[in-house]
């Protein structure tokens, strides 16, 4: 929302169709746009076919955000297999697949990557080595690219603690479940990422940022 209230156009994918819906019709009061396009990361296909969408309607992307991730608190020895393999599937595989397809379109108009990463990408943390994994994996990734195309693209990767969105809601651990909770609720709230966010975008042409931790206030 932060980036169609300062007027950008904005193509937003999740699979929930109709919370897209509801975000497009909210950024109908700003000056940008909100295009919605219902799209599961888990499958190459459907990002592929997303992506291919904003090509034919836009020509193209100048900006990537790959924000989907999903966390599941235990530890190790009461790890659910299926549950690393899905944080594996939407955090790394997601993102390597939306950076897939709209790398060609993104390398022709000299873009930018915005990587979410989280403070899990610079440290390890008990009850959430997997979930630490995948973000490691996510700041890897961001660094290779900004290397190896250091003359056609911006990387930035946003390292943001405890946010008070619904991610914990996902951990199944009852117990880490009920201690955590009340540390994201805690948290910053998201538009204070998405200003962050915001302010990677609108650098362009002064300078590109690689990375930015943000942190709760402690009250
Ligand atoms: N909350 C925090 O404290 C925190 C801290 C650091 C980093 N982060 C990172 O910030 C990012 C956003 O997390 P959040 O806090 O906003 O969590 P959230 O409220 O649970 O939102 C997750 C988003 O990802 C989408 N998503 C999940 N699985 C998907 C899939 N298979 N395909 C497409 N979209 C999918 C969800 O929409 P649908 O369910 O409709 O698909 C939702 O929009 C994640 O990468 C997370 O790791 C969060």
């Not at 924000?67 to 235990?74: E, K, L, P, S, V």
């Amino acid at each position: 929302m932060a980036l169609a209230e300062a007027g950008h156009q904005v193509w937003a994918s999740a699979r929930s169709n109709a919370k897209l819906e509801t975000l497009a019709h909210q950024a109908s009061a700003t000056s940008g746009t909100i295009h919605p396009h219902a799209c599961d990361v888990t499958s190459p296909e459907s990002v592929l076919q997303c992506v291919k969408a904003m090509n034919q309607t836009w020509g193209g992307v100048d900006v990537v955000i790959p924000n989907a991730g999903i966390g599941y608190f235990n530890p190790l020895q009461e790890a659910q297999l299926d549950e690393w393999h899905s944080m594996i599937e939407v955090n790394i595989q997601g993102v390597l697949s939306t950076l897939h397809a709209a790398l060609p379109s993104l390398l022709q108009n000299k873009g930018h990557v915005i990587n979410i990463g989280s403070l899990a990408a610079r440290h390890v943390y008990p009850n959430s080595g997997v979930y630490c994994a995948t973000k490691h994996a996510v700041l890897a990734l961001s660094e290779s690219l900004r290397v190896e195309f250091r003359e056609d693209l911006a990387v930035t990767t946003i390292n943001p603690g405890s946010v008070n969105t619904p991610f914990i809601e996902t951990t199944t651990n009852e117990e880490l479940l009920t201690n955590y909770r009340p540390q994201f609720q805690a948290g910053m709230e998201a538009e204070y990422v998405a200003e962050a966010v915001l302010f990677a975008v609108e650098s362009r042409g002064r300078g590109v940022v690689s990375e930015m931790t943000l942190r709760p206030d402690r009250r």
